[in-house]
């Protein structure tokens, strides 16, 4: 079955600067690539989304990249704010009928330093 | 409702006895998902209904957890004789239809086993 790995497991950067966060995934199949903010005490809330016949999606401050042939993903926060502090999980799926295969990686505690 | 709804939000039990919590999924939506959360861990997949029907139960740890959802609507995840291990968040998520990428997931019931 589907593998997700996540590095790093915990990353703090400076306010203003950008964070990476990448993920690495093992089933050739998956197509769907979603990335999930959770704050402490609440569940995971959908921030930005990737299909596999892109390359790169942007959003604002947000934007993802995927590379099928290496199998990996990765997330960039530009411009980090304070409310940016959570921990951030990457996953993957099929999507379609498989779309209950929502595999998730460890997740990455960000920590934004004023 | 606005949102899903989970309850309750804590629970302690002790070892052996069971134990049911309660998600009510956005009203229009059809899927519901139910996923585990051990302290500093992702998500990890228990089970899926589409509408009243169970089709994906395949990551319930063991015949002691049971989850329902009757009418299409309410869930239950019942977790009979329970044991330390199960200590965790319990993370219920449902989409308009299981084609769509996007989990609405609730803040969870934690549930610890003394």
């Known amino acids: 079955g589907e593998n997700v790995e996540q590095h790093p497991s915990t990353l703090s950067v400076q306010e203003g600067d950008s964070a990476v966060i990448k993920c690495t995934y093992s089933?050739?199949?998956?197509?769907?690539f979603p990335w999930y903010k959770q704050e402490l005490g609440k569940g995971p809330q959908l921030i930005i989304d990737i299909r596999s016949n892109v390359g790169e999606k942007k959003d604002q401050r947000i934007a993802v990249t995927l590379n099928k042939t290496a199998k990996h993903f990765s997330l960039h926060i530009t411009e980090t704010q304070p409310e940016d502090s959570a921990v951030y999980f990457c996953?993957?799926?099929?999507?379609?009928?498989?779309?209950?295969?929502?595999?998730f990686g460890s997740g990455t505690r960000l920590s934004i330093r004023p | 409702g606005a949102g899903v709804s989970q309850s309750p939000r804590y629970k302690v039990a002790k070892r052996g006895q069971d134990v049911a919590l309660r998600c009510d999924p956005i009203s229009s939506h059809v899927s519901l998902f139910w996923y585990q959360q051990a302290l500093g861990q992702g998500p990890e997949f228990l089970t899926y209904f589409q509408n009243e029907a169970q089709l994906d139960k395949s990551g319930l740890p063991s015949d002691r957890f049971f989850a329902e959802r009757p009418e299409g609507s309410v869930s239950t995840l019942k977790i009979q004789r329970t044991q330390q291990e199960d200590s965790a968040v319990y993370l219920c998520?449902?989409?308009?239809?299981?084609?769509?990428?996007?989990?609405?997931f609730g803040e969870g019931s934690r549930l610890t086993v003394l």
């Open positions: 089933d050739s199949a998956s197509n769907y």
């Open positions: 996953a993957a799926s099929q999507g379609g009928s498989s779309a209950s295969k929502i595999i």
């Open positions: 998520a449902s989409t308009l239809d299981r084609n769509t990428g996007e989990l609405f």
